[in-house]
C-alpha cells in the first residue's frame, strides 16, 4: 500500500523539504555506467520530494495549477531560441546515429511545434479540473450517505521515447490532475526534454506550486530506469510510453502498477460499400500523414468486393509508400512487394504499409483479432449495419467509422493532450488524459450510526 501523503499548506513546501535528511537529485547527468546503489538513491530522493510534492497539489486549487501551466506556456514562448538550439544538438546526434526519417521527424522541433506544446499547455489548463468531483453518491436505508469522489494517483512515473513533447504533455497532465510527476525522457531527447522541462518547473514554481512537481530524471543511464521501476511506496504508477522494447522491460521489471501504452498495429478496413473517394482520402492520410506517430495505419484491409481495390493501392504506391501484400493484393499491382508473416505483425512507423485482402467485414474482423495491438482500428464503410457489426466486435482501445486513425490523439479528443493511450483493459483506455490520472475514494457521511 502507497504511503500515506500528508497534505502539506502551499507555501510550508520549501520548510519541510529543507527538513528532509536525503540527497538532492544531481543537477547535471551523472557518470555513466552508475551503480545499482547510487541509481536508487537518486530515485529514492526524487520519489520521497515528489511525494511531498504531491501532497501540495492533492489541495491545489483549480486556479493555481491552471496558472503554473499559463505562466509555463509563456516561457516556453518566450525560450524558443534556446529550446531550438538544445533540439538542433539532439538532430544532429541523431543524424551522426543514422536515425531513422520517421524517428528524426519524431523528435524535431520547430517553431510550430513548440507552439502546438505551448498551446496544449494553455488546452489543459482550460480543461475541467477532475480532483474532487463527485462520481456518484447514494443514501443507505439506515441514513449513512456515500459518495466516491475524485482523487489523484499520487506520483506518476513516466518513461516515453523519442518525442520532446511528450516531457510538456505528461507533465501537465499529470499536474491538472493533481500529481506529482518523474519523468525520464530517452537519451535521443535529452537536450530538447531538458528545455522544454525547465520551462515547466519555472511556470510551476512562479505560481507557487514545488518545483519537485514535475522532475526530470537527470541521467540517460539504464539503472535509473531499473531504480523507477522498483521505487515501491515512493511511485504509485508507471507509464511507459515507447517501443515493444521498453514497454517489455517495463512490464518484466516493475515492482509498481503499470498503465501500458503499447505499440500502434493499426487497421484501416475499406469495405465493398465504400465511397472511393472518401477511402483514398482517408487511408492515405491514415498511413501517410506522419508515418512516426501511434495512431499511424500499419496494414490496410481491404474487402473482396471492393470495386476501386487498384486506384487504391496505386494513390498510396504514387504517393511514395512501400507495400507489402498478400498474393491477392500483390495482383492488384506489380510494385507490390510480398509480405512475410512478420508483416502483419510490424509497427513500421516509416511509409511502409502492409495489405491484405480480406472476405468481407467478418475476414476483417478475423486479422484483427489475430494481428492487432488492441490500439486503433477504423472502417470505411457506407453500409451502417455493417460499420456498427465492426464498431461493436473489434476489441481496441480506439475503433473508428470513416475517419483516419492518425485522430486517436488526446487533443483531437478534446482532452488537452494525453500521457499516452492505454491498450489494456484496467484503470484506463484510450488515451489517458485527467481523468485517467485519478482514483477515487468513497466518503461516508452520518449521523451516529453503529453496526449491529
Not at 503499447?262 to 487497421?267: E, K, M, P, S, Y
Not at 481495390?309 to 511514395?320: M, N, R
Not at 489517458?432 to 490520472?437: I, P, S, Y
Request: aromatic content about 2%; overall charge negative; glycine content about 8%.
Amino acid at each position: 500500500m502507497p504511503a500515506r501523503v500528508e497534505a502539506v499548506p502551499i507555501d510550508d513546501h520549501s520548510a519541510r523539504l529543507a527538513r528532509m535528511d536525503m540527497p538532492l537529485p544531481p543537477a547535471t547527468p551523472a557518470a555513466s555506467p552508475m551503480s545499482e546503489a547510487d541509481a536508487t538513491a537518486l530515485i529514492d530522493a526524487m520519489g520521497a520530494r515528489a511525494k511531498i510534492a504531491a501532497g501540495v497539489l492533492a489541495s491545489a486549487s483549480t486556479a493555481r495549477k491552471a496558472d503554473a501551466l499559463l505562466r509555463a506556456a509563456a516561457l516556453l514562448r518566450e525560450r524558443l531560441p534556446a529550446i531550438l538550439a538544445a533540439n538542433q544538438e539532439d538532430m544532429a546526434r541523431a543524424d551522426a546515429a543514422g536515425m531513422a526519417p520517421a524517428m528524426r521527424d519524431r523528435l524535431r522541433l520547430d517553431a510550430a511545434r513548440v507552439e502546438g506544446i505551448a498551446s496544449a499547455l494553455e488546452a489543459v489548463a482550460k480543461l475541467d479540473d477532475p480532483v474532487g468531483r463527485v462520481i456518484d453518491a447514494n443514501e443507505r436505508p439506515n441514513g449513512l450517505r456515500l459518495s466516491r469522489v475524485r482523487v489523484p494517483l499520487g506520483v506518476v512515473g513516466i518513461i516515453f521515447e523519442s518525442r520532446p513533447n511528450v516531457t510538456a504533455d505528461a507533465g501537465a497532465l499529470a499536474l491538472m490532475a493533481g500529481n506529482a510527476a518523474i519523468l525520464r525522457g530517452g537519451s535521443e531527447a535529452r537536450a530538447s526534454n531538458a528545455a522544454i522541462h525547465a520551462a515547466l518547473a519555472d511556470g510551476i514554481e512562479a505560481a507557487g506550486l514545488p518545483r519537485d512537481a514535475v522532475q526530470m530524471i537527470p541521467t540517460p543511464d539504464r539503472a535509473a530506469v531499473g531504480a523507477l521501476l522498483r521505487a515501491q511506496g515512493l511511485v504509485d504508477i508507471i507509464v511507459p510510453r515507447g517501443g515493444k522494447g521498453l514497454v517489455a522491460r517495463v512490464q518484466e521489471e516493475a515492482r509498481v502498477p503499470v498503465l501500458a501504452h503499447l505499440d500502434g498495429i493499426n487497421h484501416s478496413f475499406v469495405h465493398a460499400s465504400a465511397d472511393p473517394a472518401m477511402a483514398e482520402a482517408i487511408v492515405v492520410n491514415a498511413k501517410l500523414r506522419r508515418t512516426g506517430v501511434c495512431g499511424a495505419t500499419e496494414t490496410l484491409l481491404i474487402d473482396r468486393g471492393y470495386a476501386a481495390a487498384t486506384p487504391l493501392v496505386k494513390a498510396l504506391l504514387g504517393a511514395g509508400c512501400v507495400l507489402r501484400g498478400d498474393p491477392q493484393a500483390q495482383a492488384l499491382d506489380p510494385r507490390i512487394e510480398a509480405a512475410d508473416d512478420s508483416d502483419w505483425d510490424t509497427e513500421y512507423l516509416d511509409a511502409i504499409c502492409s495489405v491484405a485482402i480480406v472476405d468481407g467485414v467478418d475476414g476483417a474482423i478475423a486479422h484483427i483479432a489475430a494481428h492487432a495491438s488492441h490500439h486503433t482500428d477504423a472502417i470505411v464503410a457506407e453500409d451502417a449495419a455493417t460499420a456498427e457489426r465492426f464498431l461493436a466486435a473489434v476489441d481496441s482501445a480506439i475503433v473508428m467509422w470513416n475517419a483516419s486513425t492518425q485522430f486517436a490523439d488526446g487533443g483531437e479528443f478534446g482532452l488537452g493532450a494525453e500521457i499516452g493511450i492505454s491498450t489494456g483493459r484496467l484503470h484506463a483506455r484510450g488515451p489517458v488524459a485527467l481523468e485517467g490520472l485519478t482514483t477515487y475514494k468513497w466518503v461516508v457521511r452520518g449521523n451516529g450510526q453503529t453496526r449491529p
